[in-house]
Structures are given as C-alpha cells and as structure tokens.
C-alpha cells in the first residue's frame, strides 16, 4: 500500500490485512482506533490537504495539542507529497513568526485559541491558510478530514524527498530548520523498531510531545513500523503512566520522566511486566539509572540522537546497557571522535567533538547552505557539537556539549536568546545565563543579570517582562543579580565558573 510513497508505505506494511489491530487507545476515554480507522484519517487528512491546493514540497506548520489528528495530519501530509513541520507548542506567536517566514509553509494549523494572536502573524507570512485543531480532536482541520472520503491515491516520493522539517534552537538566536528526508527518518525507525526488538504485541506508553524527533519519529514511527500499539497521553503524568504499565510493554522518555515516576509508589509491582525502558534526548544520570534498577530490576537503556540525525547511539537490548554511556552506535551509523580544532579523528578514549555518518544524517539546514557548509561535511559526517569519546569497548560517553545548550525538561535552551532578551530590558547592563543541575528537570535555566547601578530592577519585574517574549521553558527559574561578570583575560564570561559557584542552587 502506498508503495510509491516511500516513507508511508513503510510506516504502513506492518498493519496491512491488520486492519482491526489497535494503533493507538486514548489513555483517559480508552477509545481505541485502529490501524484501518487511523490510516482511514491519514488518507482523509491527504485528500483535504491537496484538495486545498497543496503541492509536493509544500510545507505544513502545526502548532497544536498533541492529538490523534495531529499525527493522522503528519501522516496524511507526507501522504500527500507535503513537508511536515511541527513546532513547540509552547511557542510565543513572535516566536512563531520566525519559522513561518523562514519556512514559508503553505498551511498553518494551530489551536483555536491560538487563531487570533496567530493571524496576523501567519498573514505576514504568506501563509495561505490557517486552520485549526484542538484539543478535544475538533478544528477546522478536522472538518476539512471529515469531508473527504477514504482511498486517497499516495503522491509518489522518493527516498531523498524531504518528508519533514525540524527546527533547532541557534546559538545566535537564530533557529535552523533541519530537513529530514523520506530515507533518513525510514532508516531510522527500520533500525531502531529490530535494535529494540519492536513488534505487533508491544504496547508503548507515549507520554512525549510530537512536534520533537523523540515524541514524533522514534515513537510513533517505531510503533507503526511495528504494528504494534500505543497508549497516547497528551501530556506527561507520572501517576498515569504508573497505572498504564501493567497493561504495556515499553515506556519512552526523558530523564525527567524516570526522576518523577520515583515519587510515584508502588513503581515496583507496576513495572514488573514492562520489557523495555528507553531514555534520551538529555544526559540521564548515572545515580538515576542506578535507582531505577535497584526500585523495578530494569536498566533503562539510554539513548543519543537530535533533530539533525535521528538517533545515532544505543546501548545493547541484550547486554550490558552501561550508566552513564549512549551505547553503541547504531547498525548502519558511524560515530567518530574529532578533534574541535584540527578536524582530525582522535585516538580511542580521547575527548572531542561526535561526528556521525549514515543514512538517518539530515539533508541540510533549510536555506541555509553555509551553515549547512560548516557542519555537514563533503564526506558526509555531521559535526554534531556534542563533545565525547568512545571507551575501550566501544561505549560513547558524552561529556558535554561544545556549544552552551541549556537542557531542561528534555528541550533545550540556547542561553544567547535569553541573554538577547533581558540585556535590552531597562536596567540590564548585561546578563549570563547558564543550566544548573536540577533534580526535576535535568538542568534548570538561570540568570545571572548585572543590573545598572542604581536601577530599581527587580527579580519579579524581569521575570514578568520575560512572559510574553519566552517560551515558559525558557525562563529562568532563578535570577542572580551581581556586580560584574567573572571575564577570562580575552574578555570572554567564564560561564563554567558560575556553573561551578551556582551548581547547588536547586539542591536540597
Ligand atoms: P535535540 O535536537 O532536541 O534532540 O537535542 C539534541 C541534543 O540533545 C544532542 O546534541 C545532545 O547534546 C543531547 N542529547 C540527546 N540525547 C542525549 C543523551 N542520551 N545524553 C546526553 N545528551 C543527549
């Protein structure tokens, strides 16, 4: 089924003459749809798309609640010869407007409630078309679904077609749109759905968001590949996800997830018919995994990937999934060790920068060929940033990343864009702003604000001047106001020391 259209065909084969199988059971009504009902939308959502003038090629921005219609759109998008690309919804409508005149999507589909601040935005834009989708499944969108009928013939795509674009946060402030091809994200899942041993009987608890590569591509794209079922909950809840384990088989998440299913009693007994924890997205630590098998007997095998490349490291299913590591890297994925400054491959177990080589590697950053140019080199390694090294067995260690990404929570923050923000508040001579552990989040973001002498400046003012500008992820959870900022003699701000001095910040 949809052979000409090379992603969805392979997200399709596992469900063929599986029609009655259950793709996805709502984890609050526990209305089961499935894989003939699902794929039904996919064609639906295609159909209603191309028959609003969508061509191959044409990008569709969603920014909604993560809901079934949202990934039957995903599917019936590419389905239709369209380019995914789903943004945080958390997203400010200034924020917003920077992926939509840099993508310049076709179709824009957002919360109703976020209709009326969007508007405009989207008009700037160029964007043709906004329609909706809400929370409860209703929308314009899903109206548009519901007018069309089923058997919608695939438009035919090949396997370096781009099926979706991802944005990343820039150092610069400026975000990149990463564009993932039919093949890359195929691979991927293909490789991932045998690493993990993936197959029709598994149920996974989907607990991420899907406008991320973790929520959207491993998750889903495993499970369909699979034929097998997930239990979808729109958010995060640890007491929730308790209660589903009996009934599932495997958990995908981020650090955060595993620190706050502790608080949560009787982890044990639930967990015990669960085959398969997975982490990523953000360092897990080492002490967590190490509870974690000591409270339910299971190692979380943890994960290494981003948006650019999919995932590039797993530790083992069968063997020793190693605290602290991200495993091996993937069949068909070549991880190296450069050095930052030279480009050299380093000898084993030296530290430098991670460069990964494969067929799950981006194509490019959109409209971007310089930066594309200085990370994607001519041999094909992607410079992935993260800084690392390969031990005597093999493992990949990570041990921090080259740029300043803050990861909180699993999504990252790039502190120039907040330092940008609070510098031009009136008051602010200059500001640091840098992660600090966190037991909840991983890292929580922290600001470290010179303020003008004199200035009435207070913490409450910032943070309420900060609201409409930032993303709630992005601001600060503690603000630090200081005389000066410690300068190394180049001038530069010696961010490690006020990670060193703040580290305790958030510690009991
Ligand atoms: P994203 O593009 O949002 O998926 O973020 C990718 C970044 O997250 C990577 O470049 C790493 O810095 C970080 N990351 C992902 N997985 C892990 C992991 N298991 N351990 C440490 N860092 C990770």
Redesign the pocket.
């Known amino acids: 089924m949809y052979d000409n259209n090379y992603l969805v065909s392979r997200l399709r084969i596992a469900s063929v003459g599986r029609e009655d199988a259950v793709f996805l059971a709502d984890h609050q009504t526990g209305e089961r749809v499935t894989y003939g009902a699902f794929f039904a939308n996919c064609e639906k959502m295609a159909a209603a798309l191309v028959a609003d003038g969508l061509k191959p090629g044409d990008r569709v921005a969603v920014q909604a609640p993560k809901t079934r219609a949202m990934l039957e759109l995903y599917v019936g998008a590419v389905l239709a010869g369209g380019v995914f690309l789903p943004l945080n919804a958390a997203y400010t409508a200034a924020e917003v407007s920077y992926f939509l005149s840099d993508a310049a999507p076709r179709l824009l589909v957002c919360d109703p409630e976020a209709v009326e601040a969007l508007e405009p935005v989207a008009e700037d834009c160029g964007v043709q078309k906004i329609l909706t989708l809400a929370a409860d499944e209703t929308g314009t969108m899903a109206d548009a679904r519901d007018a069309q009928s089923s058997g919608f013939a695939a438009v035919a795509r090949k396997s370096d077609d781009l099926a979706a674009i991802?944005y990343?946060?820039g150092t610069t402030g400026r975000s990149k749109g990463?564009m993932l091809t039919h093949r890359a994200l195929a691979s991927n899942s293909e490789t991932l759905r045998e690493y993990w041993h993936f197959t029709s009987d598994d149920v996974l608890i989907h607990a991420l968001p899907i406008f991320?590569?973790?929520g959207l591509f491993v998750a889903t794209n495993i499970t369909l590949m699979a034929g097998g079922s997930c239990i979808f909950m729109a958010r995060f809840d640890a007491e929730a996800i308790r209660d589903h384990m009996p009934n599932a088989t495997a958990l995908m998440g981020v650090?955060t997830f595993y620190v706050r299913l502790f608080a949560t009693p009787g982890l044990a007994k639930a967990s015990r018919n669960m085959r398969l924890f997975v982490?990523?997205?953000?360092?897990?630590l080492a002490e967590t995994h190490n509870k974690w098998r000591a409270v339910t007997g299971h190692a979380i095998l943890?994960?290494?990937?981003?948006?650019?490349t999919n995932m590039n490291?797993s530790n083992p299913y069968d063997g020793d999934r190693r605290a602290g590591t991200?495993g091996f890297p993937l069949p068909g994925v070549e991880v190296i060790v450069t050095d930052p400054d030279t480009g050299q491959e380093m000898p084993r177990g030296e530290i430098g920068v991670l460069e990964v080589r494969g067929p799950n590697v981006f194509a490019g950053y959109w409209q971007m060929p310089e930066k594309t140019a200085e990370e994607l080199r001519d041999n094909g390694f992607f410079i992935?940033?993260?800084l690392g090294c390969i031990d005597e067995d093999g493992y990949v260690n990570?041990v921090g990343?080259s740029k300043d990404?803050i990861?909180s929570g699993?999504?990252?923050v790039y502190p120039k864009e907040i330092e940008l923000v609070i510098d031009d508040l009136d008051g602010v001579v200059e500001s640091a702003v840098i992660g600090v552990p966190h037991g909840d989040f991983g890292e929580a973001v922290v600001a470290v604000i010179v303020p003008e002498p004199n200035s009435d400046l207070t913490a409450e003012g910032v943070q309420a001047s900060l609201l409409g500008a930032l993303a709630k992820f992005k601001q600060p959870k503690s603000l630090i106001f200081v005389e000066e900022l410690p300068r190394n003699t180049m001038g530069k701000v010696q961010k490690n020391e006020l990670r060193k001095k703040h580290a305790g910040l958030f510690s009991s």
């Open positions: 991802l990343t946060s990463a991320h590569t973790h650090p982490s990523g997205s953000a360092p897990l943890e994960r290494y990937g981003m948006t650019e490291t991200v992935t940033g993260d990570i990343r990404l990861i699993g999504f990252n």
